[in-house]
C-alpha cells in the first residue's frame, strides 16, 4: 500500500513562471492537505480538499495560489507567477474519511526553489 | 502570533536516557492533540497523539503527557536511542474536532548521542 506520493520531489522556477505541484493521496483516502514549510520554520496549514471541493482553504495566499483536487487523478497546488519568497518545502497529506481526528499522514514533499 | 510554542529548538540525550520535549499551546479550545517526528528531507511521520479528555497516552517507548490547565504536553521517549534522532514537531487540532487542519509547532531538534 503506497503512501502519499508528491511528485516533483524538487522544483526550479524562475520569478514569474507558474508551479505545479502534484500529490497523491494514501489508497481509500478522500482527504488531502497542503502544508508549506519555511526554513526554520513549522508546517503551515494551506488547504483542505475532498473530491472536487475546498472544505477550508484559510492558509491559502489571496492571490497566486489555488488548488484542487478532482474526482480523478492528484490534487494540484499551482502557484502562479512565483516569487522568491515562495521557495519552502512544500507537504500534502491525506487521511481517510473515518480516520481518527487529527492524525494525517504526510508525503515527502516538494521543495520549491524560485531563483 | 503562534497558537503552538516549541520553545527549545534543539536537546541532545545519551543513548539510554530519557528524552523530554515541551509543547505550549495557547487555544483552550485545541481538542486532540498529535507529535510527529522528521527526518531531513522527509515528511513527517505520526509517531503519538492524546485527546484532551486524557492526560496521558502510552505507546511502547513514547508517551504523551497532557497538562490542560498548563495548557502544555509533553513528549517522554525512554530509553532513548540513535534513531530517535530527528525534529519533533508538535502539533494542535484546530477547534471542533474535525479532520481540518493541524497546528505545528516549530520543532525540537533531537539529537541521541550514542
Known amino acids: 500500500n503506497a503512501g502519499v506520493m508528491q511528485n516533483p520531489r524538487h522544483l526550479v522556477r524562475r520569478r514569474g513562471q507558474e508551479a505545479r505541484l502534484r500529490c497523491s493521496p494514501m489508497k481509500g483516502h478522500s482527504h488531502v492537505y497542503w502544508y508549506r514549510q519555511l526554513p526554520e520554520e513549522g508546517l503551515k496549514f494551506m488547504v483542505y480538499l475532498q473530491k472536487e471541493n475546498i472544505i477550508d482553504e484559510s492558509g491559502m495566499p489571496k492571490e497566486r495560489f489555488s488548488a484542487e483536487f478532482p474526482k480523478e487523478g492528484p490534487s494540484i497546488l499551482r502557484i502562479q507567477q512565483v516569487v522568491r519568497g515562495d521557495s519552502a518545502a512544500y507537504f500534502c497529506?491525506?487521511?481517510?474519511?473515518?480516520?481518527?481526528?487529527?492524525?494525517?499522514?504526510f508525503g515527502p514533499g516538494t521543495r520549491l526553489t524560485v531563483l | 502570533d503562534q497558537q503552538v510554542k516549541q520553545n527549545s529548538p534543539s536537546l541532545s540525550v545519551q543513548e539510554g536516557r530519557i528524552s523530554i520535549l515541551n509543547c505550549d499551546y495557547t487555544?483552550?479550545?485545541?481538542?486532540?492533540f498529535l507529535w510527529y517526528k522528521k527526518y531531513p528531507a522527509e515528511g513527517p511521520t505520526f509517531l503519538i497523539s492524546?485527546?484532551?479528555?486524557?492526560d496521558k497516552n502510552e505507546d511502547g517507548r513514547f508517551t504523551v503527557f497532557l497538562n490542560k490547565s498548563a495548557k502544555h504536553l509533553s513528549l517522554h521517549i525512554v530509553p532513548s536511542q540513535p534513531g530517535d534522532s530527528a525534529v519533533y514537531f508538535c502539533a494542535a487540532s484546530a477547534p471542533g474536532g474535525s479532520q481540518g487542519n493541524l497546528i505545528f509547532g516549530k520543532g525540537t531538534k533531537l539529537s541521541v548521542k550514542p
Open positions: 497529506a491525506s487521511s481517510p474519511s473515518s480516520g481518527r481526528a487529527g492524525e494525517q499522514f
Open positions: 487555544n483552550s479550545m485545541f481538542d486532540y
Open positions: 492524546i485527546s484532551s479528555i486524557k
